[in-house]
């Protein structure tokens, strides 16, 4: 049981390039999260999904997409990378949706991306 | 607007002695509660929650918190503190009737020997 996994772990990107960022579960839980971490801000929540074929915004969307592929996969893509998107990211799951916003999040060990 | 607010930065306590790190919050209804704590190059690992029920919430690794309703306050507690207790400290507040959480800016926290 590896829990959140992430791909990859570090990444250095020159600005206009595109990547995908891969997050997959184990746990056989509904949501999906993705943040990015920025030194004295916290995480903030970029994109998440409440369930299997459903994806909505968190507080910072712009310059993202992402695809909940299956259950298990929930991946983020930048089009077209920029400096302002250096940061830590962080994937996370919770068991239910629905409502339960008491549900505990899950976190992946993060990656980390350069964007020069 | 919901918010929760970590005041210090940094929290430095000497090995064996009691640590507190703190954490305030605004929400509107009733506060669903979060800590978790981040070593180096990890990701974030749960500690403990509030939902309902007794004030006083223990958690993973020895640590406990207390939820205060008039303070709106849900700080962190360890009675002895360890070397190995250094780390990033991030409170979150469950926003609204979803699972989407508001996380504090972090207090890193050094435990000195």
């Known amino acids: 049981n590896a829990g959140v996994t992430q791909t990859p772990k570090f990444q250095v990107l020159k600005t206009g390039q595109s990547m995908t960022l891969q997050c997959a579960q184990d746990m056989n839980h509904n949501s999906m999260y993705w943040y990015r971490q920025d030194p004295g801000m916290g995480l903030r929540l970029i994109y998440y999904?409440?369930?299997?074929?459903?994806?909505d915004k968190g507080e910072v969307p712009n310059g993202y997409n992402v695809s909940r592929l299956n259950k298990r996969e929930f991946s983020l893509r930048l089009e077209s990378a920029a400096p302002s998107q250096t940061s830590v990211y962080f994937c996370?799951?919770?068991?239910?949706?629905?409502?339960?916003?008491?549900?505990?999040?899950?976190f992946g060990p993060g990656t980390r991306l350069l964007v020069l | 607007a919901q918010s929760v607010a970590q005041p210090e930065d940094q929290v430095n306590v000497a090995e064996g002695n009691p640590l507190t790190v703190k954490c305030t919050y605004s929400?509107?209804?009733?506060?669903?509660l979060f800590w978790y704590v981040q070593y180096p190059n990890r990701g974030l690992q749960f500690l403990l929650k509030y939902i309902t029920g007794d004030n006083l919430v223990k958690g993973s690794y020895g640590f406990e918190a207390e939820f205060n309703k008039s303070q709106t306050s849900f700080h962190l507690k360890k009675p002895s503190a360890l070397v190995s207790d250094s780390a990033l400290y991030f409170c979150a507040v469950g926003r609204g009737a979803t699972n989407k959480l508001i996380f504090g800016t972090g207090t890193l926290l050094a435990v000195q020997p």
């Open positions: 996370a799951s919770s068991e239910s949706y629905s409502g339960r916003f008491q549900e505990t999040q899950y």
């Open positions: 929400v509107s209804g009733n506060p669903y």
């Open positions: 999904s409440a369930s299997e074929g459903t994806t």
